[in-house]
């Protein structure tokens, strides 16, 4: 069974600061997918890194996926109150038919 | 493009009663998932559908639920009867292809069961 720890679990910041957030795993993924979901909706697709050692960036999002795909991080720069959401890491693996394993999330809290 | 929908968006029924939740894809998914969130825990998978063949239900959690996706169109998941444990989100989500592309998700639905 495939596992990803994902912390923190819950981050509580001021505006301005930058965080980041871990997914580690003992498996590898062909792919990890990261989502932000708001109270009362499903996740939404951020981002989806595939190749080791990939960086992708949202705005002031930077998405990493770690060489050997085991492993993924999320960095916020100067965090606004607008991000305040769960975030969501989430592997999928071709020889699992690429369904989802998901980290426990994120709950990101950014004050004025 | 209209989202993934499902629905109810809450259920709350007595213990030993059924329950159906209904998901429509995306039209022309032909890869549809459930996965169900329970409280304290990790979004977990349930099955996976491509167009009307159930794919992979390694996830199901045992023979009280039963899912189909006749003509390959929208999706039904049935609890029958339910039990305290089956509480929790309800998730769809859909995808055109299989792959590393990521998934569209409903708005869930939260299911009670007291």
């Known amino acids: 069974t495939q596992l990803l720890e994902q912390s923190p679990q819950f981050l509580s910041i001021q505006e301005g600061e930058n965080l980041t957030v871990y997914c580690n795993s003992s498996?590898?993924?062909?792919?990890l997918q990261w989502y932000r979901q708001e109270p009362g909706e499903g996740p939404v697709l951020l981002v989806t890194?595939?190749?080791?050692?990939e960086v992708k960036k949202l705005k002031r999002l930077t998405f990493q996926f770690g060489d050997a795909r085991k492993d993924s991080s999320l960095h916020i720069t100067a965090a606004q109150p607008g991000d305040t959401g769960h975030y969501l890491c989430a592997g999928a693996n071709r020889g699992s038919n690429y369904k989802l394993t998901f980290g426990k999330g994120t709950l990101l809290t950014v004050n004025p | 493009e209209a989202g993934v929908t499902q629905f109810p968006s809450h259920s709350v029924i007595e213990k030993g009663q059924t329950v159906t939740l209904r998901c429509d894809p995306i039209s022309g998914h032909d890869n549809l998932y459930w996965y169900r969130r329970v409280m304290g825990k990790e979004i977990k998978f349930l099955l996976h559908f491509v167009k009307e063949s159930k794919q992979d239900e390694s996830g199901m959690p045992n023979n009280r639920f039963l899912a189909e996706r006749t003509g390959g169109t929208y999706s039904t998941l049935k609890v029958q009867p339910a039990e305290l444990e089956d509480s929790g989100v309800y998730f769809c989500?859909?995808?055109?292809?299989?792959?590393?592309?990521?998934?569209?998700f409903g708005s869930g639905t939260r299911l009670t069961v007291v």
């Open positions: 890194v595939v190749t080791g050692g």
């Open positions: 989500a859909s995808s055109q292809y299989r792959g590393d592309y990521g998934y569209t």
């Open positions: 498996s590898v993924f062909s792919s």
